[in-house]
Structure formats: C-alpha cells, structure tokens
C-alpha cells in the first residue's frame, strides 16, 4: 500500500533526523502522540496544518534578510523576497489592512516594533516640527534622547493583568513596563465587563502616549470604535494586540465596531494562536506608521525567519478559504457550548459566559486555587492553565481561574456536543477535588482521575488529530 504525502513526508523527515540524533527523532514523534492523547484546552494553543510546518524544515532557514522586500542587507534574498511579499499580501487581504509586516518572531516582538514605532513616529513628528531632519534616522543620539524628553509623555493606558490583559502592556516584568509609565484600566466588579465611562475617564486623566486593547484572558468582545474614540479623544495613538482572537477576525466573526483592523492605528498579533499559523508575530497598519514599523529589524529584531515568514503565507492563504470562516465561528460556538455546559452544571464563569473562544471558570466555587485546579486536571488528562480572575484573592501564581480556550479543539473537529461532555468531565473533576494543606495541595482521588482521563481520550478517539499522518 503507498503511503500518502503527509505521511512519506513526516516519516522521511524523521529517518533523516534519527540518522544523526535519534532522540530528537523520537521526542517529535512523542510529541505528536502525546497531542493525540490529550484533551488540548489551552486557549492560546492549535493545530498548524501538515503544510505550514512543512513550510518551515527547511533551507529558508539559512538564509539572513536583514531590510525589507527589494531592498535587504545581504545579497541573494530573492526568494526570500517571494514568500515575505506573499505572506504580507495575504495578511493585508485577509485583515483589509493597508500594510503589514510579517517578520515579527513572536507577539512579544511584534509588540516591541510597535511600540519603536510609534515612539519613532512621535519623535520624528517633533523632529519635523522644529525643521531638524527629515527621519529619525538621521537624528544624531544627542538629538534623539533630547527630543524624546522634551516628547516627555511616555505613558501607556492598557488592561490590567487579572483583567485579562497582557504582560507586554506595560508591566513590570516585560520591558513595556520599563519603557513606558504605565497605568491599567480594569473591568467593572459587578459585570466582569470592561467600562468604557471608566477607561475614557482614566485616559483624560492619565493621558496617554498609547492606549493599548487587546487580552489573553478576557472572554469577550471589545467595542474598538469607542476605544478609538477614547484615545482620539487624549490624542493617544490606539493599538490593539489581537495576539488571542486573530483567527476570530480573520473569519469575520468579529467585525464592525468589534474589527479592530479599521479602528486601530496599529494592529499586533501572533500567527499561532486562533489563527492557526506557525509559531510568530505579525503587525499592521496605516500608511503613517508603515515606514517605522518596517524598521523593526535592526530596531528590535534579529534577522527575519523565512521559514517561519514562508510558513504564514501558508497559513494566511489557508485563513483566506472560505472554510476558514466556517472554522472561526465553530471556535465560539464551541466556547459557548462549553460555558453553558458548565454554567448548567453550577461552575461560575467570569462574566457569566463568552463571546470569543475562551472560558474564565472562577475555580473558588469548587473551593480550590487555580493551581489545584489546573493540576487535578491534568491529573485526569485534561490541559488547562490557571489564570487569574479580575480582584484575584489568590495573586498571580496561584490564581483562582482556570483559562479553556476552545480552538485547538475546534480544529480537531470536536463540535457543540462533545463541548457539553468536555464540561462534564471537567466539572466531575473540579467538584470532587478538594483544598490540601496548602494552595496547592488538594486531593483527588486516583482511581475518579483515572477513570475521567479514559473518558477524555474515547471523546477524542472520534476525532483523530492529523488523521491523514501516520507515523507508522
Ligand atoms: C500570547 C500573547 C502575546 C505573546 O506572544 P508570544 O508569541 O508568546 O511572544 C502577546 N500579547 C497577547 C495579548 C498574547 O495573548
């Protein structure tokens, strides 16, 4: 029997590695059978399809590009030229955005080039005003930090951590919180909703350089219209960080005030969250910054990755098919499956519910920490994260939440009904957890563990992940 491609192509892949390092032939092969095996609940995580990670093993990646399309540091980049333009053209079509810039290594990466950027933009602005030069770049050192004091305002308004914003906003243990002075709006008590009166009423206060929307843990849509309104209103420049829901976007689940490719100045995202790409960062945005954002290598960047710059244009041609929309809307329909599921059996969900694809469970209801929770159910073969909730009594470490996130799941094929049973057994296991001696310790029967984790894998029997590789 002939094998089909996929399969001939991991498999020879893998004979090739054993010749020279078997143990890094067998871990990859472990770690496709131990994704098989679990129930992937992991909110920022998926499933790239066989061909965007083909696209990255291999030769592109000898290759240095430092500079843009047309116009690199080093000879001999025309075919990296290729896959850069394709991938940036397929990012500005899917998302409707005038420029695009796919050499971000990460979300973290992607964020620092628009920050440079927009700082540069700003410093240049005063450059202009005062008739100095005509870019930043031909400021002299002294010039640059003179005008960057005299720009004085280096403030950022973003979402608080246990609201669900993100380290790179402007804190502390990221250097956004050392670039920049940083202050956070948070979410209202009562509703777990974000209150635009009182991010409107912290911006004419605080006045930021930036106010930055965007989360890895808030399970619900941004209006991004008034957003825009609120820092156009302090003359702040609004970025979004759509590192989480991306693939949401791409699929035009979100869309008008809830788009925020249109009602941001500068837009970041990661390419393997929601968006199913390879591992990486991506920014967009208007004519204005454009220029600036080009500059992210050298300013924040080593030399681009052209493997993983060939593997986005990949994945954004396959976001661009119209199935694509299809998979973005079983994402949150999933999620809302799963949060009724769970709601019905008595877990209390942060902000009652979702409308993105990711669930907040407030594990205090069960009477555990977040770090319990997480553990027992791992224990019982179930991959979650614990995450803060918004006034968190438990901190940063132990927290009080347990994040799921529902597209790694959804591209497996699971659908609404077997989110219902994916709530069961995650509340059989939280209810019958119980508090150790300390936050996280707890106690859970081996034998319940056992049994759910056996469940867990005849759900996804159903649903074989890559069925098209085998391995042999
Ligand atoms: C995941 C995430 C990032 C960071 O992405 P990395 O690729 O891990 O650097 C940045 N911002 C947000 C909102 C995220 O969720």
């Not at 002939?2 to 590695?17: G, K, M, P, Y």
């Not at 956004?176 to 009562?190: E, H, I, L």
């Not at 519910?353 to 205090?364: F, K, P, R, S």
Request: aromatic content about 6%.
């Amino acid at each position: 029997m002939s094998l089909n491609a996929e399969s001939t192509a991991f498999r020879s892949a893998l004979e090739v590695i054993r010749a020279v390092e078997p143990r890094v032939a067998d871990a990859i092969g472990a770690e496709l059978a131990d994704q098989r095996e679990s129930l992937k609940l992991i909110a920022s995580e998926n499933y790239a399809s066989p061909a965007t990670l083909l696209a990255m093993g291999n030769w592109f990646s000898d290759k240095y590009a430092e500079g843009t399309v047309g116009r690199r540091f080093y000879a001999g980049c025309q075919n990296v030229d290729t896959v850069e333009a394709l991938a940036a053209e397929h990012a500005r079509e899917l998302f409707g955005a005038a420029h695009a810039y796919v050499q971000p290594h990460s979300g973290i990466d992607a964020n620092l080039v628009a920050f440079w950027a927009i700082l540069a933009d700003r410093v240049e602005s005063l450059a202009l005003k005062k008739a100095q030069v005509r870019q930043v770049n031909d400021l002299t050192e002294a010039d640059w930090f003179a005008l960057r004091r005299e720009l004085g305002n280096q403030r950022m308004l973003g979402m608080s951590l246990d609201a669900g914003g993100h380290l790179t906003h402007g804190f502390r243990p990221n250097i956004s919180g050392k670039m920049f002075d940083q202050r956070s709006y948070g979410t209202d008590p009562a509703t777990g909703l974000i209150d635009y009166d009182k991010v409107a009423e912290a911006a004419r206060e605080f006045k930021p350089l930036i106010l930055v929307a965007g989360y890895s843990a808030y399970p619900r849509k941004v209006n991004f219209r008034i957003m825009r309104e609120i820092a156009d209103s302090v003359g702040a420049t609004f970025m979004v960080d759509m590192a989480h829901f991306a693939g949401l976007v791409a699929g035009k689940v979100f869309t008008g005030d809830f788009d925020p490719v249109p009602h941001a100045h500068i837009v970041t995202t990661t390419t393997h969250k929601s968006l199913r790409g390879p591992r990486g960062g991506m920014v967009l945005c208007g004519p204005e910054l454009a220029d600036q954002v080009d500059r992210g290598c050298p300013m924040v960047l080593g030399g681009p990755l052209p493997h993983v710059m060939a593997a986005k244009a990949v994945a954004l041609a396959e976001a661009r098919r119209p199935d694509f929309a299809g998979y973005a809307q079983r994402i949150v329909d999933n999620a809302q499956a799963l949060a009724e599921g769970l709601t019905r059996r008595s877990a209390k969900l942060v902000t009652g519910g979702t409308d993105n694809h990711l669930v907040l469970i407030d594990v205090t209801g069960y009477g555990l920490t977040g770090r319990q929770a997480e553990q027992a159910l791992l224990d019982s073969g179930i991959v979650t994260n614990r995450n803060a909730v918004p006034q968190d009594p438990n901190g940063a470490w132990y927290t009080s939440g347990i994040r799921i996130g529902t597209p790694a799941l959804t591209s497996r094929g699971l659908g609404t009904a077997e989110m219902d049973q994916t709530a069961e057994l995650i509340h059989t296991v939280l209810s019958q957890t119980t508090s150790g001696e300390s936050k996280a310790k707890y106690v859970l029967d081996p034998a319940l563990a056992d049994k759910v984790s056996k469940q867990a894998s005849e759900l996804l029997a159903g649903f074989p992940l890559y069925p098209a590789v085998d391995l042999g």
